[in-house]
């Protein structure tokens, strides 16, 4: 298909984008940003992830494509023009979709513009980027009120002095990166004053905030202080594998150097509880057995 007139209003012709574009086109099925970003990469190494990103963006603006969530924790996209509006139906345990027959549904209502007057301008490159930054904002700030609520919930359970101690530091980290990141936040939303209302670009259900709230139940069901750090070291080790997963995606830019700092930031909890979990076996005159597994918490 000849894509050489479909241009989003305002839009500059590249050869990347149309690169991608036509290798978008070809494709069946439904892509993540990272399965495309690897048939990309086979027909043209130069292209990097973020011009990916940033196109997928702009065809999901243009029409060109459809993003749609089968629950799996990232978004898959479709092309637009050989796929008519149409349901999936998603299976719970594996995720995967099957199309049923047809059926057509008409959704009514007013558009931006209309609602307010304001020409709503599209999503360049600039403000792709702080798309990102702003997604990855939310995510790390959810996830530090999140930890918040985890650690003030820990040093009231906890009866050992220094791990209460331990868990009211860590709380009163929690709030202190929370309200920087909050500072941070604000600052990034004067940079565009539509920023706030834009579609969400990145998407991961049930992200590093959630490893907190399960760590937050489990303090619900009556176990000790050993039991609270392990799972302290649990929920900082598994968001600091999280934070530094996908930062490690992005090329350089402000929403990959949110994940990094968050990914350290992780680290360095979970090393602290590690530390504590250690010296209170010790003062229990408990053996060191889990030692080995504590340290690999760490990794």
Same mark, same amino acid.
């Given at each position: 298909?000849?894509?050489?007139?479909?241009?989003?209003?305002?839009?500059?012709?590249?050869?990347?984008?149309?690169?991608?574009?036509?290798?978008?086109?070809?494709?069946?099925?439904?892509?993540?940003?990272?399965?495309?970003?690897?048939?990309?990469?086979?027909?043209?190494?130069?292209?990097?992830?973020?011009?990916?990103?940033?196109?997928?963006?702009?065809?999901?603006?243009?029409?060109?494509?459809?993003?749609?969530?089968?629950?799996?924790?990232?978004?898959?996209?479709?092309?637009?023009?050989?796929?008519?509006?149409?349901?999936?139906?998603?299976?719970?345990?594996?995720?995967?979709?099957?199309?049923?027959?047809?059926?057509?549904?008409?959704?009514?209502?007013?558009?931006?513009?209309?609602?307010?007057?304001?020409?709503?301008?599209?999503?360049?490159?600039?403000?792709?980027?702080?798309?990102?930054?702003?997604?990855?904002?939310?995510?790390?700030?959810?996830?530090?009120?999140?930890?918040?609520?985890?650690?003030?919930?820990?040093?009231?359970?906890?009866?050992?002095?220094? =791990?209460?101690? &331990? #868990?009211?530091?860590? @709380?009163? *980290? $929690?709030?202190? +990166?929370?309200?920087? !990141?909050?500072?941070? %936040? /604000?600052?990034?939303?004067?940079?565009?004053?539509?920023?706030?209302?834009?579609?969400?670009?990145?998407?991961?259900?049930?992200?590093?905030?959630?490893?907190?709230?399960?760590?937050?139940?489990?303090?619900?069901?009556?176990?000790?202080?050993?039991?609270?750090?392990?799972?302290?070291?649990?929920?900082?080790?598994?968001?600091?594998?999280?934070?530094?997963?996908?930062?490690?995606?992005?090329?350089?830019?402000? =929403?990959?150097? &949110? #994940?990094?700092?968050? @990914?350290? *930031? $992780?680290?360095? +909890?979970?090393?602290? !509880?590690?530390?504590? %979990? /250690?010296?209170?076996?010790?003062?229990?005159?408990?053996?060191?057995?889990?030692?080995?597994?504590?340290?690999?918490?760490?990794?």
């Amino acid at each position: 298909m000849d894509h050489s007139g479909l241009r989003l209003a305002g839009g500059k012709r590249s050869s990347k984008r149309d690169r991608i574009l036509n290798i978008f086109s070809r494709q069946k099925g439904h892509l993540s940003a990272d399965d495309l970003y690897d048939l990309v990469r086979r027909e043209d190494p130069v292209i990097g992830r973020a011009t990916v990103y940033r196109t997928l963006q702009w065809m999901v603006t243009a029409g060109m494509a459809r993003k749609v969530d089968f629950g799996e924790g990232r978004s898959r996209f479709e092309p637009s023009h050989r796929h008519p509006r149409h349901f999936h139906f998603v299976c719970n345990e594996c995720h995967r979709s099957f199309v049923t027959s047809q059926i057509v549904v008409q959704v009514f209502g007013t558009c931006e513009e209309c609602r307010t007057g304001n020409a709503v301008a599209p999503i360049d490159g600039a403000t792709a980027e702080l798309v990102f930054a702003r997604d990855a904002l939310r995510m790390a700030l959810a996830t530090e009120r999140s930890g918040l609520d985890f650690y003030t919930r820990a040093a009231r359970r906890t009866t050992d002095p220094r =791990g209460r101690e &331990v #868990f009211r530091r860590l @709380a009163d *980290e $929690e709030q202190t +990166h929370l309200q920087t !990141l909050e500072n941070r %936040y /604000r600052e990034l939303l004067t940079q565009d004053p539509q920023l706030e209302s834009r579609p969400k670009f990145l998407f991961f259900k049930a992200a590093a905030q959630g490893i907190f709230a399960e760590g937050s139940e489990k303090l619900q069901t009556g176990i000790n202080d050993l039991q609270a750090l392990m799972i302290g070291i649990k929920c900082e080790r598994d968001s600091y594998r999280f934070f530094r997963r996908y930062g490690r995606r992005f090329e350089e830019s402000e =929403g990959k150097q &949110v #994940f990094m700092e968050f @990914a350290a *930031e $992780e680290r360095a +909890h979970c090393q602290l !509880l590690i530390r504590e %979990y /250690r010296a209170l076996r010790e003062r229990l005159g408990l053996p060191r057995s889990g030692k080995r597994t504590a340290a690999r918490s760490g990794n």
